[in-house]
């Protein structure tokens, strides 16, 4: 009987992803045609591929997939070309920007964030998935929990816990109705960054401890980029200023790094840049 925390949560994570993107397509009528996906898919998997032979290494084509489902669930552009170059940096930085043998930036995050600082064609839309889809993706994070371990999820669910408390503290002290947070929270934008962005495992801290600081530490940021510099898309920025920050926690509170499941259908280099 296979046991789930034997499978390779990029599959699961894949899956989700793949329905998002369909009833995104569909249902919200997302600007984004099979054409264009397809362009984006072979410039993620061409640099993939490329890179893994100029370092020798097996290519592993499920990171890469991974991070383009989320570009392709949270970036908006009005020239495709910006979407392959968000997917051309966010690859890229796995290879280049490393430190201890680990990768220090979630690639589709630092792939979104740069792209929207190049240039004013390209934006990010936290509120297009809306409410309808909030209870699909709250059970689908829970399925990932189940999956890759309530330990290494512990940078989502410190991230949730503390950015909920901080907006139920905001609205008491404002003086607002509890409804404003609770309807701030039920954002479906929310929980696709919480679940599939924050929670990569390859470039949060190894450490059970460190997760924790991590998560809330991206929590206290995107409020405060939010809430007080109003600064839109206050999250994207919040983790790619935070992530450097992995490298002192990790040397204050040690911990393993975390290797995909194993074995790997492409073999046992799977785990050094992926």
Request: no cysteine; aromatic share 14%.
């Amino acid at each position: 009987m296979l046991k789930l925390n034997k499978i390779d949560p990029r599959y699961y994570q894949l899956l989700v992803q793949n329905g998002l993107l369909i009833w995104g397509i569909m249902a919200l009528n997302i600007p984004l045609s099979l054409g264009n996906v397809g362009i984006v898919f072979l410039a993620s998997l061409l640099t993939q591929y490329v890179l893994t032979r100029y370092y020798q290494l097996v290519f592993n084509p499920l990171s890469a997939i991974n991070s383009t489902m989320s570009i392709l669930l949270l970036l908006h552009v009005t020239h495709i070309a910006w979407m392959v170059l968000a997917i051309v940096i966010a690859i890229s930085s796995k290879f280049f920007i490393r430190w201890n043998n680990k990768h220090i930036f979630n690639p589709s995050n630092i792939g979104i964030v740069a792209v929207i600082l190049l240039t004013d064609s390209a934006w990010a839309v936290p509120g297009q998935w809306g409410q309808e889809m909030w209870w699909a993706l709250l059970l689908s994070g829970a399925g990932l929990i189940v999956i890759i371990g309530y330990s290494r999820m512990l940078t989502t669910i410190s991230f949730l816990s503390v950015y909920s408390s901080l907006l139920i503290l905001r609205s008491i002290w404002l003086g607002d109705s509890l409804q404003i947070p609770l309807h701030q929270m039920q954002g479906g934008s929310l929980l696709v960054f919480a679940f599939f962005m924050l929670s990569d495992p390859m470039t949060t801290p190894n450490s059970r401890n460190g997760r924790i600081v991590f998560g809330s530490l991206v929590a206290v940021l995107g409020w405060v980029l939010q809430f007080i510099y109003f600064i839109p898309n206050a999250f994207l920025y919040a983790l790619a200023l935070s992530s450097p920050f992995v490298v002192v926690i990790n040397n204050v509170f040690s911990g393993n790094k975390y290797q995909w499941p194993q074995p790997t259908f492409w073999g046992k280099y799977a785990n050094k840049i992926t």
